[in-house]
């Protein structure tokens, strides 16, 4: 009896000492802050950060003073001290031009350039003592720094001999949430939406402010709160109400809010106007539209604009008066443009009357409207033709309407690429499109600098990311979409880091920074992408998804006849071959984008291979560059795809004993079902390509 009693307290008290033992349920993200490991290291560090200047004088130098405390707790294993001068070695002096250490340093030369939220990092000495500065314009570019600075040490850098300077490329860098207001979220696999509305305005979940440090931690500073296929009652002054207590959490961190709204809210059958009519031309519809923001600014004074999802898949815009996109954007602008408001106005339009191929519907829509819109009015185009598709080309209106800011809606959350199911890590998919050279203006002309402005001297410059975010603990379902999440704020911020930087950070923050750990993961992340591109839709294929649930295959019309637009219509799988055939002899697709890529495109002979189905109809034989027939390739690449996932199985597995055993397990399962599902996409492919190239499946070559 005695031993028993003996062994039941180790018991507990191990459990209790030991963070290594608590399970990671992944709430943290990447800012976990677990203490160094190394003890050379850590000393080193704890050498050259001992203490804090920071005067303290808003709530975002509070937020900074907290975020030193909890990251430098953590990772150095001490409480910092806070002092107001410095006088020996280790002080870390934060503070914007005005404050009087800065001053005296003579920083304004090299402030200056950095705008309103950059910020950078110098090593230095004052009156002897080595010191480290982070020095901004503004409160928000201290924040951004520090946590910069924080993710030094996360990521074991040197702190020495430091002289970082950054600031971002982009200026509006959102997330835009599909969330409904009845708390489901579109497209959404990590729980219900993050924003409790009944709750609100009275109870202000803590959850909210987590999710604004996490956004300022990457450098998102807005935020669309609810569903492009708006409910018109989020303008209501109930819902109002709601909206600015989450923008009061979210304004110290930097964070403005947006909102989606349905075009037609001023007409009384929406509910929430009293007019009869939602006619952008219409007076009193555009007097609306400025009393409900006027309303608006009232509540919120930064808020940051309007969404819009119009004419688009059933919801309402001004066509439906006969006026165009231009006409109903600019009333928005209109109403907006007293209080420092945008518009983002979306080209995901794709109206089968105006072109048989759905691929070069918006192109159509949008390129006469170029120079027609409101300087406040930006166009928000996905970044490729068709639907956040596996792989597309590039939207062939970037570049081609250079009077208007265009802004890339990209898509986090995984709705075509296996959901929160598949490890499937985006940067490299996001790298693929800002390096797109689109040839707009010649050689080097890629989506990155059309995006940042750089090419066309835009007036403002965006981007945007469909969140993955809901209520799970983990807020994102698998561990690995954190990444995803991670990697747009960080190249939404800077569009020219590398992937494999990305995931270096994120795997060492989020994970662990032991070299077997870091490099394991970061392989079977870096090839993801590809291979989902593989098992789902190689060489261009695109859309052969389970009609609305988009998570599976659905190659077979037959099996989806209700809609006319999936499937078949796509891959065009028959006798002869597979593919959209885009090219001149086509749809001539192809013609929508610059020279020489629409010949390059056009021509079967030098479309590159990964979008050869997107262009053409290529015949079963057709040869590939590998040495084998179209219909090898195909096979092989299907292969190849579902190989590389039992390949991340497998290298997962090699990391039980080095990992938090929750995570290990929460990936292992999700890796065993990516396994089968993607086995099953593969064969029902296969089998159905099959019929039509009357030749066996080959898994060999
Ligand atoms: C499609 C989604 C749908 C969205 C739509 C959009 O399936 O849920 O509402 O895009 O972006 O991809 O408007």
Redesign the pocket.
Known sequence: MKRKGVILIICVVGFCLGDITLADDGYQLWLKYKKIDDPLLLRQYQELVTSIVLIEDSKTRSIIRDELKRGLKGLLGKNPTFTESVDKDGAIIIGTGNCTIIKNLNYANELEPLGGEGYFIKSIKITGSKSIVIAANEDVGLLYGVFHFLRLIQTRQPLTDLNIASKPKIQYRLLNH?DNLNGVV??GYAGKSLWKWKDLPGDVNSRYADYARANASIGINGTVLN???ANPKILTADYLEKVAKLADVFRPYGIRVFLSINFSSPNKRSGVGELNTADPMNPEVRLWWKNRAKQIYELIPDFGGFLV?AN??G?PGPQDYNRTHADGANMLAEALAPYNGVVMW?A?VYDEKVDPDRAKRAYMEFVPLDGKFNSIVFVQA?NGPI??QPREPVQPLFGAMPQTPLMP?L?ITQ??LGHSTHLVYLAPMWKEYFEFDTYAKGRGSSLGSIVDGTLHNYRMTGITG?ANTGDDRNWCGHFFAQANWFAYGRLAWDHTLSAEQIADDWIRMSLSADDKVVSTAKSMMLGSWEACVNYMTPLGLHHIMQA?F?YGPEPDYEKAPRLDWTSVYYHRADANGIGFDRSSTGSNAAGQYFSPLREMFDDIDTCPEKYLLWFHHAGWEHKMQSGRTLWGELCYKYYTGTKYVEDMLNAWQTLEKDIDPEIYASVKTRLEKQKVDSAVWRDTCLDYFRKFSKTPVSESN
Request: avoid cysteine; aromatic fraction near 18%; hydrophobic fraction near 25%.
């Open positions: 599909w579109e497209r569903n492009v296929n999802k688009s898949e919801m979306r995901f996905k639907d956040f809606e898509q709705e075509y469909v609305n988009h």
